[in-house]
T-cell receptor
């Protein structure tokens, strides 16, 4: 059963805490992405990775970090430097430049 | 000017009517165009992709692309209440980055 999985579905963060969102895909896609979506707003790109061990900042990378040690995995860490982290986080992947981008089910992050 | 612009809506249409959703983009080098549907609280799912000028039909959905005028549209025929969602337009140039519009909220009235 191929696809993109994200965990957890809901995540609660305390003040000053770093949290990590998981994203895994078994579609053999080269490129992976992290987006943030705030209520009533569009998708904003946080980070993306075109190949293993390489990633680039998107439009709103401050307060976030990523790694790409395996083709299948692209975890996102929301650090304590991100002062307003409450949002819906979406992971996506695609095979190549002209290919369609597919989304995982998302993680909703809330601050306690 | 935003890179990809959509009317936020809501666009309200009666059941059975044609819903017309529009999107304009600023980068003339854009090569790939996508429409996603997003239900409240869910992730976006692909409806249509289009790469060349003209129309592309898939069931009740038709995507239209006009690169000279820099717009792409989505027509939904025989609209159903289950089509009520936010529709996101996405544009891709020569890089791995997608640019998304903020979405148009569609309400199909039973």
């Amino acid at each position: 059963d191929g696809g993109i999985t994200q965990s957890p579905k809901y995540l609660f963060r305390k003040e000053g805490q770093n949290v990590t969102l998981s994203c895994e895909q078994n579609l053999n896609h080269d490129a992976m992405y992290w987006y943030r979506q705030d209520p009533g707003q569009g998708l904003r790109l946080i980070y993306y990775s075109q190949i293993v061990n390489d990633f680039q900042k998107g439009d709103i990378a401050e307060g976030y970090s990523v790694s790409r040690e395996k083709k299948e995995s692209f975890p996102l860490t929301v650090t304590s430097a991100q002062k307003n982290p409450t949002a819906f986080y979406l992971c996506a992947s695609r095979r190549g430049i002209k290919e369609t981008q597919y989304f995982g089910p998302g993680t909703r992050l809330l601050v306690l | 000017q935003k890179e990809v612009e959509q009317n936020s809506g809501p666009l309200s249409v009666p059941e059975g009517a044609i819903a017309s959703l529009n999107c304009t983009y600023s980068d003339r080098g854009s090569q790939s165009f996508f429409w996603y549907r997003q239900y409240s609280g869910k992730s976006p799912e692909l409806i249509m992709s289009i790469y060349s000028n003209g129309d592309k039909e898939d069931g009740r959905f038709t995507a239209q692309l006009n690169k000279a005028s820099q717009y792409v549209s989505l027509l939904i025929r025989d609209s159903q209440p289950s089509d009520s969602a936010t529709y996101l337009c996405a544009v891709n140039g020569r890089t791995y980055k997608y640019i998304f519009g903020t979405g148009t909220r569609l309400k199909v009235l039973a």
